[in-house]
């Protein structure tokens, strides 16, 4: 459980690294749809790692997969390949390894 935890904070850092670099160097209408977008995206994340916590393991598993793939998407969009696509992405596979590991490791107990 701990690797999705670290992957869920470093999702979180990336976030605001990508909004700070939205808001300071493009603008204000690109940084607030990212804001929306990384509204909908800790939806999944926070009632996807819920959803782990309380035994609803494939469905904790998929919405911490969604939601890490869409901040995958966003950054991919906003940013091409710069290292907040890097971060994201590097976040994102914390989050859905450590998310399919609690997973399997509850589904074969």
Do not use: D, Y
Request: charged fraction near 5%; charge should be positive; hydrophobic fraction near 70%.
């Amino acid at each position: 459980m701990w690797v999705v935890g670290v992957g869920l904070i470093l999702n979180l850092a990336a976030c605001v690294a990508s909004f700070s670099q939205l808001l300071h160097h493009v603008g204000n209408e690109p940084a607030a749809n990212f804001f929306a977008t990384f509204l909908v995206m800790w939806a999944f994340l926070i009632i996807g790692f819920i959803m782990l916590l309380a035994g609803k393991v494939k469905g904790g598993a998929a919405l911490l997969t969604i939601g890490s793939l869409i901040f995958v998407g966003a950054n991919v969009l906003l940013f091409g390949s710069s290292m907040f696509m890097i971060a994201a992405v590097v976040a994102a596979i914390l989050t859905i390894v450590g998310a399919v590991r609690v997973a399997r490791r509850r589904l074969a107990a």
